[in-house]
């Protein structure tokens, strides 16, 4: 009762002893919801608000255990999602208890953890849907830090299985992402702070890659060096998922790079075609 005076909480409650999700706007937070798609099983909740002239849709995610359950509850939430028109006009924050991990080397410590891959590979499918990124990782590369531990006979068991998974466009109004301390449960805080975009460059937004470039020798060139190079950097390293993700990070950004550059060369050349006309 207490936080809804001051603010403003919306949630699904599961069960009173198991699940449940919130999502809550706090004091004069400036902000106008337009739409929520809310899970009766208290595994999801998805919210669009219009936030500084911007529009986000906020998901808070709780999946399941078993991955069997884990795949129906992701296919749930995807088809919550598209009922949100115009998602790649929009900023995306997915956070959560997503119950599995992407990288066992990374991301646990003890007993014998193993990667649920039609769980990978369902998620991983949403994300590259809606163009999103583990902004966390991106910020630490290789370091290992947990969200999860359990005390068992033969040791402490850490993984990391809460997330927050943001539009790769906004990750440059993201100020910092941490993992914090755990008090009183097995979950630590994982936090982030948004700039408000008032404050930064404006970003790319969504961005559709445009095929005609592979026809480009420059393009093609340049690529292929820039693939071979980070192949050879990564050659050691056992992380696979992570590599993988890093990779296709940067041929994005060098893809983006070179179409901007190209668009500015057809736009000097139709300037000095009009001049001359004129």
């Known amino acids: ?49 219009n936030i500084n002239k911007e529009t986000y849709i906020l998901v808070n995610f709780y999946n399941e255990n078993e991955e069997v359950n884990q795949l129906k509850v992701m296919e749930k939430l995807e088809q919550c999602l598209k009922k949100f028109e115009d998602l790649d006009q929009k900023e995306i924050i997915l956070s959560g208890n997503f119950n599995f991990i992407f990288d066992l080397q990374l991301e646990a410590e003890g007993g014998n953890p193993k990667l649920k891959k039609n769980s990978i590979a369902k998620f991983i499918k949403t994300k590259e849907t809606y163009d999103l990124i583990d902004i966390w990782r991106v910020r630490n590369k290789y370091a290992k830090k947990y969200t999860f531990r359990q005390h068992h006979a033969t040791g402490i ?93 940067e041929v994005k950004k060098y893809c983006i790079k070179f179409s901007k550059a190209k668009a500015k060369d057809r736009r000097k050349i139709q300037n000095d075609l009009e001049a001359r006309l004129k």
């Open 157 to 249: 068991l850490q993984k990391r299985l809460d997330f927050i998974f943001v539009s790769n466009g906004l990750q440059y109004a993201i100020k910092n992402v941490e993992i914090g301390t755990a008090f009183s449960s097995d979950h630590s805080l994982v936090k982030m702070s948004v700039i408000a975009r008032k404050n930064t460059k404006k970003d790319p937004g969504f961005w559709k890659f445009n095929k005609s470039i592979l026809v480009d020798p420059v393009f093609t060139e340049n690529a292929k060096t820039l693939i071979r190079d980070l192949v050879l950097s990564q050659r050691q390293s056992v992380h696979k998922q992570v590599n993988f993700e890093f990779m296709k990070y």
């Open 1 to 49: 009762d207490e936080f809804g005076k001051k603010n403003k909480l919306l949630f699904s409650h599961g069960k009173s002893n198991a699940r449940g999700v919130a999502i809550g706007f706090c004091g004069n937070f400036d902000y106008e919801l337009k739409k929520s798609e809310i899970d009766s099983d208290g595994r999801f909740i998805i919210l669009e608000a």
